[in-house]
C-alpha cells in the first residue's frame, strides 16, 4: 500500500480509531481505489509502530461497515462497492485536477501574476559571489550582537506581558516614545508619540497609506528615477503614475506645480532613491505649498537618513508640514536589521484613527517581541552609538568604493551624489550593454545590480547602483580591480558597440 | 522666542550651520513672524547649551542674507521683508490647516473611517479587572519562558546570516520544515515546505487571499455565527457576503450546494467559532464536492485545533482535498504567543508564486527573528511538549469553568460545544439583554465578551463568548460566583424584562 496513513501516537484518541479514520479517508478520497490489497495486519502494525491487535481492531471496523473485504487465504481488499454515504464522495472527486479551470484572480493578482511588474520586485538573492556590491546591505561584520542580544533578552523579561497579548492598535509605547524622541532630535520630525504608527517595514505603510486613500484610476506621482517598490504598489493598484525627473536637488518640483489631479506623491527628500540627492529647501517648500494648494498628500520616504557622512542635512518635510498633508516614513532595515520588519510612520492628526484601524484589520498588529527589543535597544543609548559608529564606517568604505572607482575606470566611470546612504550610482561610459556587463561582471566573480528597474523608461549608457555595505572594507578594492579587469581592457582593445 | 529649535551635538554638521538652518526654517514656515524679537546671543547660546560665539556667527549669517536685523540698543528681530527667495514659502504657507477639506479616502478607506465595521474590529482590551473571562486568551502562568528565550537566543545565534538580509519570501526554510512536519503528522495536511508562506497571523493570510482572488462585488460564503474579522475583511473589501447558518456539526453545507455563484468560503470546520462544533466528515466531502462543481476556493481557517480534549480529531479539509481547491490557514497566537505575529497558510500549486510575490509586495515577508525561533522551538520538541501540556491544563480549566457555570446558574445557563479550543459559547437565560448583562457583570468585577459581534443578525437570548485560557485556575469558581451573585438573585426575586 502506497498511501501514506498518519497515526499521532500523542493524540487523545484511540489508536485503532485514528487508524480507521485514516483507512477510510483514504478509500474516501480515491488514494485507495476499489479492489486495491491492503497489508496483513501484522505488516502494518510494523510499518505504523502499532499492536498488531490495534490494526485488527480497525480493520474489523472497516469491514463491519462495509469499506473493506476480508477474502480467506488471500488477504483484504478495499471494497468494490462502497457503502452507500461514501459515493458521493467517491463518485464526485475521484478524478485529476483540472488544473485549465482555476479560480479567478482579482484586477491586482492578474497583475501580480501577469509579469508585468515582475522586474520591480525586490530581485532575488544571488547565490555565493566572491564580490557582491548589491545596494541596500548592511555590514554584517560590524553589527553589534551582543549588544542586541542583550536587548532582545530585556525585552523577553520586561514585555512578558505584552508578549501574552495582541500588539496594542498603533505600537508598543515604549517604542512609539523613543522615535518620538528620536526623529524629533536627528530629523526635525514634529510629532507626539500617539501619531506614530508601527509597521512591518516602509513596504507596509505605503500599502496602507495607497489602501486608505486610493481609488483604482486616481493620479499619483513619483520620482522617476526612483523607489521600484513604490511604481510597483501604485502599478498593481491600477493607479495612474506620473513620473517626475530628478536632478542634482532631488524631484523637479516645478514640473508638478500645475497639476491639480495628483492626490498622493511619493518622495524621498533626505537622500533620493537611488540618485543619492537632496532635496533642495526650496524645492521642499514649493513642493509642501503646492501640496496644499491641490490638497495631495505627499508620503515623505526618509530611508537611509540615519547615514549622512557631510553636508548639511535639512530637516523633514514633516517638520516644515503646516497643513497635515504629510506623512513621514522610516524604517529601521539599514538602521538595525533587515530582517527585522520594523518601518513606521508618522500620520496627521485626521489619518491616525483610520490607519491604525487599518493595519489592524490588516495584520493584527507588529510582533511584541520586536517592538520591544528595539524599544530597550533605543533606550539604552545603544541604537545611537551604532548609528554613529556606523556612520563612520559607511562612510570610510564609500571612501574606498569611490576612490578604486575613479582608479580602476577613471573617465570610464562617473560616481553620482554621495553624501549619504548605503550606495552610489555609477554610470559606466563602456561600449556594453547593461546585460553584457551584468554578465561580464558576474563571470569575474562580482555580482551588480542593474540600475535600469529605477527608471520608468529605458537609459543609457547603462547605470547601477553599487552598495558599498556588505563588503568587508579589505574586499571592496579588490572588488573593483577585478570588475574592472572584466570590463575595462575590453574598450581599449577591441570595442563591442 | 517659544519657537523650538533643534541642534544635535553629534550632526557631522558645525552648530553655526544648524543653528541658522533651524532659525532660517522657522522664519520660512511662518513660526517665527516678521517683527518677532529673538533672544540675545547670550541667553539662546545658554539655552541651547552652545557657545555664544556659535550663536554669533548664525545670527551674522542670518543678517548678512537678510533674514534678521540687528537694531543697536535693542536687540535682534525677524526681518519685516524677506529675501526674495523666501516669499513664495512665507506667502503660501502662514495660515492655519483647512481641516475641513482633507483628503478624500478610497472605497475601502470609507469603510473603515464609516464606523460601520467597528463592532467586528478586535475589542479594546479592558483595564483591569478582577475576573477577566475574554475568549482567546492564553495562560500566562504556565507559558515555559525559559525554554522560549533559549529558543530565541538560539536563533540570534544560528540566523545571524539570515537576520542580516531581508526574509526569504515565503518564509525561513527551516520554520516552513517544521510546520510541514507538523501539520502532516497532526493535522493531515498534505504538503511540501514550498507550499506554506509564512504570514504575521491569519488576518493577513486572509486579507492577501481576498486582495489576490476577489474583486468588490463577489460573492463570498462565510459561517454564521462566525468569525467576525472574516466578515470586517470581507464586508470593507465591498464583497457580496452569503451567512451559512451552522448546527451542532458545523456549517449547514447543504445550503451551499445550489449556489454556484460563490467565488471563496471561509470556513473554521475543527472548531467553529464560536460555537465548538466538528465540521462532520460528511459535510467536509460535500463541501468539497461543491466547491470543486463551483470552482469556489475554501479557507480552511484551523485556529485552536492543537487544543482537543475529546473525541475523534478529523482529518484536515486540505488533506480531503484532490482538486487544488483549499487553502489551509494556522497560526501560532494560541499554541505559542499572540504577541509573536505569526500564521501561515498552505496553498495549492498554483496559488504558491502569486501568493508569495503578494506577500512580498505588502510587506517583503515576516521578521526572520521570530521565525527563526519559532523553528528552533518546534526543532528541539519543545513546541510539541508545551501543545501537550497546555492541553490538559486547558482541559482542567475547561472542566471548572463548566461545572461552576452549572452550579452556580443551573436552568438559567446552556453551555456550547466544548471539545476543544479555549472558550465555551454561554447562552444565560435571564431577564437580562446582552448590555444589562455585561454592566452588571462589569460592576461585579467580571469581564465578559459579548457575543452578538459573532451573529449577523440581533440574536436572543444573549450569548456569550466565555474564555477560560486567560484566568489562573483556583480564580475561575470565583469568578463565576461573583458572575452569579450579580446575575441570578434578580432572576427570582426581581425580573426586570
Chains 1, 2 share one sequence.
Not at 482555476?102 to 515582475?118: C, D, R
Not at 506581558?161 to 528620536?182: D, F, N
Not at 500617539?194 to 509597521?199: L, R, S, W
Not at 540618485?275 to 526618509?302: F, I, K
Request: net charge negative; charged share 20%; hydrophobic share 40%.
Amino acid at each position: 500500500m502506497e498511501v501514506l496513513l498518519r497515526i499521532d501516537p500523542l493524540s487523545s484518541e484511540a489508536l485503532h480509531r485514528q487508524l480507521y479514520d485514516a483507512v477510510r479517508t483514504a478509500i474516501l478520497t480515491g488514494r485507495l481505489r476499489p479492489g486495491d490489497k491492503l497489508p496483513a495486519t501484522r505488516v502494518l502494525a510494523e510499518q505504523l509502530s502499532l499492536s498488531r491487535t490495534t490494526v485488527a481492531e480497525a480493520y474489523d471496523q472497516l469491514q463491519a461497515e462495509g469499506y473493506i473485504l476480508g477474502k480467506h487465504g488471500s488477504g483484504t481488499y478495499v471494497a468494490p462497492d462502497l457503502p452507500e454515504d461514501a459515493s458521493l464522495a467517491v463518485n464526485g472527486r475521484v478524478h485529476v485536477r483540472r488544473s485549465a479551470e482555476q479560480p479567478s484572480f482579482s484586477q491586482w493578482g492578474q497583475k501580480i501574476v501577469s509579469g508585468e511588474y515582475l522586474h520591480l520586485a525586490r530581485p532575488e538573492e544571488p547565490g555565493d559571489v566572491e564580490f557582491d556590491f548589491r545596494p541596500h546591505r548592511i555590514d554584517g561584520d560590524r553589527f553589534p550582537w551582543q549588544t542586541w542580544n542583550s536587548a532582545v533578552e530585556r525585552a523577553l523579561e520586561h514585555a512578558r506581558e505584552g508578549l501574552l497579548r495582541y500588539p496594542p492598535s498603533g505600537g508598543y509605547p515604549e517604542l512609539l516614545t523613543q522615535i518620538a524622541t528620536h526623529i524629533a532630535r536627528h530629523r526635525g520630525v514634529n510629532c507626539f508619540p500617539e501619531q506614530i504608527a508601527i509597521v512591518n517595514g516602509t513596504q507596509q505603510g505605503l500599502n496602507l497609506i495607497a489602501e486608505l486613500l486610493l481609488q483604482p484610476g486616481d493620479h499619483v506621482a513619483v520620482e522617476d528615477p526612483g523607489y521600484p517598490a513604490a511604481r510597483l504598489v501604485f502599478g498593481t493598484r491600477g493607479l495612474q503614475v506620473t513620473y517626475v525627473p530628478v536632478d542634482g536637488e532631488g524631484m523637479e518640483v516645478d514640473r508638478l506645480v500645475h497639476r491639480q489631479d495628483i492626490k498622493l506623491v511619493h518622495v524621498t527628500p533626505s537622500h533620493q532613491e537611488p540618485t543619492g540627492a537632496t532635496l533642495s529647501l526650496g524645492r521642499r517648500l514649493a513642493l509642501l505649498d503646492w501640496a496644499e494648494r491641490s490638497w495631495c498628500v505627499v508620503l515623505e520616504d526618509d530611508y537611509d537618513s540615519e547615514f549622512r557622512y557631510e553636508g548639511r542635512p535639512i530637516e523633514s518635510l514633516q517638520g516644515l508640514d503646516s497643513s497635515g498633508l504629510v506623512v513621514y516614513a522610516g524604517t529601521f532595515s539599514k538602521s538595525v536589521l533587515p530582517g527585522l520588519r520594523i518601518g513606521f510612520v508618522v500620520l496627521p492628526d485626521h489619518l491616525v484613527q483610520p490607519f491604525v484601524m487599518a493595519k489592524s484589520l490588516w495584520d493584527s498588529g507588529t510582533s511584541v517581541m520586536e517592538q520591544a527589543a528595539l524599544a530597550e535597544f533605543m533606550a539604552s543609548g545603544e541604537y545611537e552609538r551604532h548609528i554613529r559608529r556606523m556612520r563612520r564606517i559607511y562612510r570610510d568604505k564609500r571612501d574606498l568604493l569611490v576612490t578604486a572607482l575613479q582608479r580602476c575606470f577613471g573617465s570610464h566611470v562617473l560616481v553620482g551624489q554621495r553624501h549619504g546612504g548605503l550606495n552610489v550610482l555609477v554610470q559606466f561610459n563602456l561600449p556594453y550593454s547593461e546585460q553584457e556587463i551584468v554578465l561580464r561582471a558576474g563571470a569575474a566573480g562580482v555580482y551588480l545590480q542593474p540600475g535600469s528597474r529605477y527608471f520608468a523608461q529605458r537609459h543609457d549608457p547603462p547605470i547601477f547602483l553599487l552598495g558599498f555595505g556588505g563588503p568587508a572594507a579589505n574586499r571592496i578594492e579588490a572588488g573593483v580591480t577585478r570588475l574592472a579587469s572584466a570590463l575595462v581592457p575590453a574598450t581599449q582593445s577591441s570595442p563591442v558597440a
